[in-house]
Structures are given as structure tokens and as C-alpha cells.
């Protein structure tokens, strides 16, 4: 799997593990609303999870830069690779036209350098 696979793949993993964070907020929520368990313990433990959350968004933004730098990174390359391959056919082809005006000019003196 390629680098930039990778970081696709935990990116989308850490997008899941916010989507079951904000639940277990939910979850929290409704046992608070059902007075099973107090204030002050479900504020206790719904901060601990936003921390959580917030460690996860931002490792996440983390991977979505060095993604975007590595796909920049790739086209940049390929565009190197692009360059090289025009610059390659353009001393070709001008090395043909050398070979053919020689060819000519040494016709021209018959054959005599």
C-alpha cells in the first residue's frame, strides 16, 4: 500500500472514531436526562471525551496536510518526468535535423570533408 493510501486509511479510521466519540457523548446525555447519573459526573466525563475528540480532529488535520503535500509532491514528479520525456524527443528530433542537414551539406561538396 502507497504512502498516500495509508494516510487515507487512517484518516477515514479517525473519522469513525469521532463519529463513536460524539455517541458515547449521546449516550451520556440521555442517562443524564434519565437522572441515572449526575451533573456533575456527566460533565466530568463528557470533557474527558471532547479532549479525546479534539486530539483526533487534530491528529487528523495533521494527516489531511501531509496528504495533501504528498499528492503535490507526486505531481510535482510527474510533471519532472513529463519535462524530461518532451526534453528527450526534442534533442532527439534535433539531432535528426543535424544528421540530415550534415548529410546534405556533405552532398553538396560531393561527399568531401
Same mark, same amino acid.
Given at each position: ?6 494516510? %487515507?486509511?487512517n484518516i477515514v479510521k479517525l473519522e469513525k472514531?469521532?463519529? *463513536?466519540?460524539?455517541? &458515547?457523548? %449521546? ?5 443524564? %436526562?434519565?437522572? =441515572?447519573?449526575?451533573?456533575? %459526573?456527566?460533565?466530568?466525563? *463528557?470533557?474527558?471525551?471532547?479532549? *479525546? ?29 513529463? =519535462?524530461?520525456?518532451?526534453? &528527450?524527443? &526534442?534533442? =532527439?528530433?534535433d539531432g535528426k535535423i ?9 552532398? =553538396?561538396?560531393?561527399? &568531401?570533408?
Amino acid at each position: 500500500m502507497s504512502f498516500v493510501g495509508r494516510l %487515507e486509511k487512517n484518516i477515514v479510521k479517525l473519522e469513525k472514531n469521532i463519529e *463513536k466519540e460524539h455517541e &458515547k457523548i %449521546e449516550k451520556l446525555r440521555i442517562k443524564y %436526562e434519565s437522572h =441515572k447519573i449526575t451533573k456533575a %459526573e456527566f460533565n466530568v466525563k *463528557k470533557s474527558h471525551i471532547e479532549s *479525546k475528540i479534539r486530539a483526533m480532529d487534530s491528529r487528523m488535520r495533521v494527516l489531511q496536510g501531509g496528504l495533501a503535500k504528498e499528492k503535490r509532491h507526486l505531481e510535482e514528479k510527474m510533471e519532472e518526468k513529463i =519535462k524530461k520525456k518532451e526534453e &528527450k524527443a &526534442k534533442r =532527439k528530433e534535433d539531432g535528426k535535423i543535424r544528421e540530415k542537414a550534415y548529410f546534405e551539406w556533405s552532398e =553538396k561538396d560531393g561527399g &568531401k570533408i
